[in-house]
């Protein structure tokens, strides 16, 4: 791990590249994973668009644990490491496949969430834009309780990006931008067999950057990664440690 702290320190344009095991460790499930939420083909629907339009109930019911787990949901070791090396100078910034907006909310900056987030919310009938914890505050910690809106009693919609929807552009391209120039770019809990999200880590190679992957388990890119190791929390602490001493 201290290869890569070195290569992190030595780069001048790091950038995070962070999939599910960076949540997983917060508690919240994994989609694909063994024990994953997509297992249940209940659930796998809660993503669909035309479902969430016809009966938005669903989705707020199946989303309760996964995205609004609330208080008991809170950034994680990883999370906070790249906010720390964010002030160390030493992240140019985050591009994630998470929906869950923890990044946002951790206060990394910019964060370019690939499938959406849940970072804000907008009105289905009148585009209006509510905040993360506003939408809690609507829901009022009713289980599977609709937020409507005030103005048009349209319902809010989270900005993940469901089945059936285009991928957000503006955080796509922003990522392909960003990883595009950067120096180094780290893979934190992929396993990056996502497309096309998986294809934005390796852009930093055209232009002789570097790639390191830390992930529990194979990915497709290992063989091109200067560096790889599995283990999230000795990355956590290590950058952690990093970031404290040269804050
Ligand atoms: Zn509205």
Redesign the pocket.
């Known amino acids: 791990m201290k290869k890569l702290i070195d290569m992190i320190a030595a780069a001048r344009k790091p950038v995070f590249f962070t999939g599910a095991g960076v949540s997983t460790l917060c508690g919240i499930p994994d989609f694909r994973g063994p024990s994953g939420v997509y297992r249940d083909p209940d659930a796998a629907r809660m993503f669909e668009i035309d479902l969430f339009d016809a009966d938005p109930s669903f989705f707020y019911r199946k989303a309760d644990a996964l995205v609004y787990g609330g208080d008991d949901v809170k950034p994680g070791p990883v999370h906070e490491a790249l906010v720390a090396l964010q002030r160390a100078g030493k992240c140019a910034g985050v591009v994630t496949q998470n929906i869950d907006g923890l990044h946002e909310r951790a206060g990394s900056s910019p964060v370019f969430a690939v499938h959406g987030s849940a970072a804000l919310h907008h ?1 289905r ?2 585009g ?1 834009e509510k905040t993360y914890d506003e939408i809690r505050a609507i829901r009022g910690g009713v289980p599977g309780a609709v937020p409507r ?1 005030a ?2 009693g ?1 319902v809010y919609k989270p900005d993940i990006t469901f089945f059936g929807e285009a991928l957000p552009e503006k955080a796509f391209s922003g990522a392909v931008a960003l990883a595009g120039s950067a120096d180094l770019v780290v893979v934190l809990g992929s396993s990056l067999v996502v497309h096309p999200a998986a294809a934005i880590p390796p852009l930093c190679l055209r232009s002789g950057g570097a790639l390191a992957i830390v992930n529990r388990g194979e990915t497709p890119l290992d063989g091109l990664a200067s560096f790889r190791a599995d283990d999230l929390e000795e990355f956590a602490a290590a950058a952690s440690a990093f970031a404290a001493a040269n804050g």
Do not use: K, N
């Open positions: 009105c009938r009148c209006d809106c103005r048009c349209g």
